[in-house]
């Protein structure tokens, strides 16, 4: 999904949404991009895409820049039209996938611009009742199939599946101020966390904080690691040095990719310029003490082992 900055129209002209789709079009040949729903509203976008070459930000690197740029050309202005990087969320496709085509399609209606979806023209809701040729590059007929085998039976389910409400489930997570980054129950966010989350928060992918442990987790496993009861690596004593606590602190920051404020309040911290210090402590003894780093990297191993067994 993309919005338009300040809200400006995406998509002020025919020609402009024109352009896009045939640019989508290109995207899905050029990049082997699955591109299976879409729905273009007044000032934004709604994408359903499967990346079997695990390159979505180049793809959408490319649909967003060179749409800017012939929205530009196009209507003689300059500088960037979208509000900045998409927003992305990975589906787990077994529970979600039927309902998120169908949340898509109906965007006009419940934006009130028609009454019927067959009144729609900027959609791909018209691609999946056509047996055109020209909508062959949609990657449609695998969610076709999850309804019925035969074409014409796909097509009466289909048209019965769409007129039904969107399910309350989607509306709330899409009526979320700030969207997770992942559709799924826990079983499927842990074993998204388990086969993808390396130990590392990588800020250009800010999915990577949905994967990372929690709080409550990295204080478990630093207890266990050095034997500690909870009560311990929450004492603070000024001029006493507590290893644990700092460490469970550095691993909150760089592993669980927690603000130094929500770190503060959870080790009973007020000033967070503490907790950054302690932080700061452990970054520093890491570059001379071969030991602490092993003792990192197997408290990180005890957290990734964990949450495998427990999947």
Not at 148 to 163: C, M
Not at 179 to 186: F, R
Not at 279 to 299: A, F, G, N, T, Y
């Amino acid at each position: 999904m993309n919005r338009a900055r300040r809200g400006q129209v995406a998509f002020p002209a025919k020609e402009d949404k024109l352009a896009f789709l045939y640019l989508l079009m290109e995207t899905a040949d050029m990049f082997n991009l699955n591109v299976s729903a879409w729905c273009l509203m007044e000032s934004h976008y709604h994408l359903l895409v499967q990346t079997p070459d695990a390159n979505l930000a180049r793809c959408m690197r490319h649909i967003n820049g060179v749409y800017t740029q012939k929205y530009n050309f196009r209507h003689g202005c300059d500088g960037t039209l979208f509000r900045g990087r998409y927003k992305s969320i990975l589906v787990d496709a077994d529970n979600y996938l039927l309902e998120l085509v169908r949340y898509i399609h109906r965007n006009p209606l419940r934006a009130g611009l028609v009454e019927k979806l067959s009144q729609y023209k900027w959609s791909s809701h018209k691609a999946y009742l056509s047996g055109s040729e020209k909508w062959d590059w949609v990657h449609k007929d695998f969610i076709l199939e999850m309804l019925a085998e035969s074409r014409n039976t796909q097509l009466r389910k289909y048209r019965r599946f769409v007129r039904k409400k969107d399910s309350h489930e989607l509306c709330s997570f899409f009526e979320k101020m700030n969207l997770p980054s992942i559709m799924g129950d826990k079983s499927f966010i842990d074993w998204v966390r388990d086969t993808f989350f390396n130990g590392k928060i990588d800020h250009n992918i800010p999915q990577t904080k949905t994967l990372a442990p929690s709080i409550d987790e990295i204080k478990k496993i630093v207890c266990e690691y050095y034997q500690l009861d909870e009560q311990e690596i929450d004492l603070s004593r000024r001029g006493v040095e507590n290893l644990p606590r700092d460490v469970a602190m550095y691993l909150m920051r760089f592993v669980g990719g927690k603000a130094l404020l929500c770190i503060g309040d959870s080790m009973g911290i007020r000033n967070y310029s503490s907790v950054s210090s302690a932080v700061h402590r452990i970054k520093k003894k890491l570059s001379k003490d071969k030991q602490l780093e092993k003792d990192i990297q197997l408290m990180l191993d005890i957290f990734i082992n964990k949450s495998q067994t427990e999947t």
